[in-house]
């Protein structure tokens, strides 16, 4: 399997909103227990049928679900039941690398994100309320496994800490950041998952700013890139006028989670339940029973049966790699020869079997092929519309992102869809058809601009 490599990047961003929260779709549900989230990280297919999912639970106060045991879980995929190998509380356990990235540009100074206009200011300055937060942070962490490296950002960026376990280090490269200039947002989350690439157990990147980029020489989509390239996890943090739009992007894109706060002084809880979550990830590891290489899209939930706690579960996805798909069509292929053999040869009471066993092959390709299948995507690549060519009769058309997440699902209403593509960014997608319970084969659609 491959070798689990997270990170972390704690973007502790400063954005509108009297208390801070965690923008997740929660759906509301009255319990006496105890209410908790489980969501998917990510999914490892490397070593098919065996797979790996890396999996954080928590109650929606941010407390972890600690003790969970291989018995209380089950993992479906494509809503099959899969045997559950081995579960392990991995952040327990394995070295947790964090790279801390702090906005100090000049509108960290300001004390209006402190309180309302109408009430007395307070006199301690957001970077003031950020090293604290930070501070507190910090020190929540296992320095005999864990290491943290700092990154300061304004015009550029000017402070770097490498990744250590000397606390002492840690608190005064934070206490010494000075607050002045502009604000190079992108480029610091950048210097941040270089830090953290390559390094051996969960890789964390947490970002604080409270404005929006204005001097960065990098773009949003090369950040998101390189995190997931790098396997990095981002919590970003937005304070005051924060623009919360690419701040979201680029911590859901990264398996993180998004924070803000209109208020400084709400910085220190923030990162606190940071540290929480951080601390309730899980390794699960599975066998899977679908052994079909038209079906490359799997979809994966993970649930636990734990009598004191309520769930909700997230479901997650991951497309089967090139080279296991190749591995698996070429053993159909074989079977499909050693089936037409048996056919041929076969004679007497071991002709009527395998002329059963043809009649199941015949059914089995049949079935295959009663699949809705797209015909035609076109203009591929694309730019703001796409027309989609189909032999569907009813049902939905789904385009996904690379990482199995649904961005559009379009009911059937002919033989041709046209979608509208123009607020997706450029990149590669996925389209597939839903009739009646049965997926199409997946067609690439590239988005360019």
């Known amino acids: 399997m491959k070798q689990l490599n997270l990170a972390f990047i704690f973007l502790f961003l400063i954005s509108n909103g009297d208390l801070f929260t965690q923008t997740k779709e929660v759906k509301a549900e009255i319990s006496t227990r105890k209410r908790a989230e489980l969501s998917i990280i990510r999914v490892y297919p490397d070593s098919f049928p065996t797979i790996s999912a890396i999996f954080k639970a928590e109650t929606k106060t941010g407390e972890p679900v600690w003790n969970l045991q291989r018995e209380d879980m089950q993992v479906n995929e494509n809503e099959s039941e899969c045997e559950v190998i081995s579960l392990r509380q991995i952040s327990k356990f394995e070295p947790i690398q964090i790279a801390i990235v702090l906005d100090h540009s000049s509108s960290m100074l300001e004390s209006g994100h402190n309180s309302a ?204 790699p090139k080279d296991v798909k190749s591995l698996l069509r070429q053993r159909e292929i074989e079977e499909e020869k050693r089936i037409k053999t048996w056919q041929i040869v076969g004679g007497g009471t071991a002709g009527l079997l395998l002329l059963g066993v043809g009649a199941l092959f015949f059914y089995y390709q049949r079935k295959r092929k009663s699949k809705p299948q797209i015909l035609k995507v076109f203009p591929n690549p694309a730019r703001n519309q796409v027309q989609i060519d189909h032999d569907a009769k009813q049902g939905e058309l789904h385009l996904l992102n690379t990482k199995g997440k649904i961005l559009l699902k379009v009911p059937i209403a002919g033989t041709s869809e046209t979608l509208d593509i123009s607020r997706l960014k450029s990149g590669t997608y996925l389209l597939f058809l839903v009739e009646n319970g049965d997926r199409s084969r997946a067609s690439k659609l590239l988005i360019q601009r």
């Open 117 to 320: 206009p109408w009430k007395k200011r307070r006199q301690i300055t957001p970077i003031k309320d950020a090293k604290k937060a930070i501070t507190s942070f910090a020190r929540s962490f296992n320095f005999e496994k864990d290491q943290i490296a700092i990154v300061g950002f304004s015009d550029s960026v000017a402070e770097i800490l490498p990744l250590g376990k000397d606390l002492k280090v840690i608190e005064k490269t934070i206490s010494g950041m000075q607050a002045g200039g502009h604000t190079a947002l992108l480029d610091g989350i950048s210097v941040g998952t270089d830090l953290l690439a390559g390094q051996k157990g969960i890789r964390i990147l947490v970002v604080m700013t409270d404005g929006m980029d204005n001097s960065s020489k990098h773009y949003e989509s090369e950040v998101i890139s390189k995190a997931q390239r790098e396997e990095v996890t981002i919590y970003t943090i937005g304070l005051g006028d924060a623009l919360k739009g690419p701040l979201k992007s680029i911590a859901t894109s990264s398996g993180g989670a998004y924070y803000h706060t209109k208020a400084s002084k709400n910085l220190a809880s923030i990162y606190a339940k940071i540290s929480r979550s951080v601390q309730a990830y899980y390794e699960i590891i599975y066998v899977s029973k679908n052994l079909e290489s038209s079906n490359d899209l799997r979809n994966v939930n993970i649930t636990f049966d734990v009598d004191s706690i309520d769930l909700e579960s997230k479901m997650a996805a991951y497309v089967l």
